[in-house]
Structure formats: C-alpha cells, structure tokens
C-alpha cells in the first residue's frame, strides 16, 4: 500500500518558521515528482511549491517564493517544506502530494498520491 505521510505542522507566531515533511511508504519515490498544496476554505486548491523527481527543478506560487524552500532526500522517501517568515495568511491546511513520471504541475489533478493533510495556525 502506497501513502505519503505528514508532520511538522503546529502553531506558529507570525515572522516564525516552520518545517513540513512529508515521507512515502511503499512507492518508488524516485519515480515521482512531488508538490506542497494548500487550501483555504472556500478556496481552490493551490500549489505552493513543487519539484522534479531529481530535485533538480522546483516551482513555487508567487505567494510564498522568498520564503518557502522545497526540497527532498530521495534516499530516505522524504521531501520537505521549509517555510520562514509566516503571515497570517499562510494558516491553511497543507498537503503532500506525489506525480508519477511526472514534471512538478502546479495542476492538483496531475497527483496521483496525497497525504492526509496537516494544519498550520499562524497567529498574529
């Protein structure tokens, strides 16, 4: 059985700093790009920050460029999000998501695998 479990969220002051991982059980996870979504409620979903299946390519949402950094250890199954000076408006829940033969869309639909999904409040 193949899932892409998360950790890391929690509450977080605004202009703090969180890190979000997300590691795949059961799947070859060289074979897939992964992406970092969030959703606010009402809202349509949106990729933050994707990368290639090699790391060595990654895409981010104008909203976070500067202050999110993706990145992932394909020899541990393990991709990241690092995520510094938070406002507000960052507070959604955040998803992992995995693209296989993929290229890193921004498209929540190309994403085959997705992780339950992790909270993060960001107080002001």
């Known amino acids: 059985q193949v899932e892409l479990v998360e950790s890391g969220g929690g509450l977080v002051q605004a202009g703090g700093s969180l890190r979000l991982s997300c590691v795949a059980r059961?799947?070859?996870?060289?074979?897939?790009?992964m992406g970092w979504f969030r959703q606010a409620p009402g809202k349509e979903r949106e990729c933050v920050a994707s990368i290639e299946k090699n790391g060595d390519s990654t895409r981010y949402a104008d909203s976070v460029k500067d202050r999110f950094t993706i990145s992932r250890d394909n020899a541990k199954n393990t991709f990241l999000l690092q995520m510094n000076s938070l406002k507000p408006e960052d507070t959604v829940v955040y998803s992992c998501?995995?693209?296989?033969?993929?290229?890193?869309?921004?498209?929540?639909?190309?994403?085959?695998?997705w992780g339950q999904g992790t909270q993060v409040p960001v107080s002001s």
């Open positions: 998501a995995g693209e296989f033969e993929g290229t890193g869309s921004s498209r929540p639909i190309k994403y085959e695998l």
């Open positions: 059961g799947a070859t996870f060289i074979r897939y790009a």
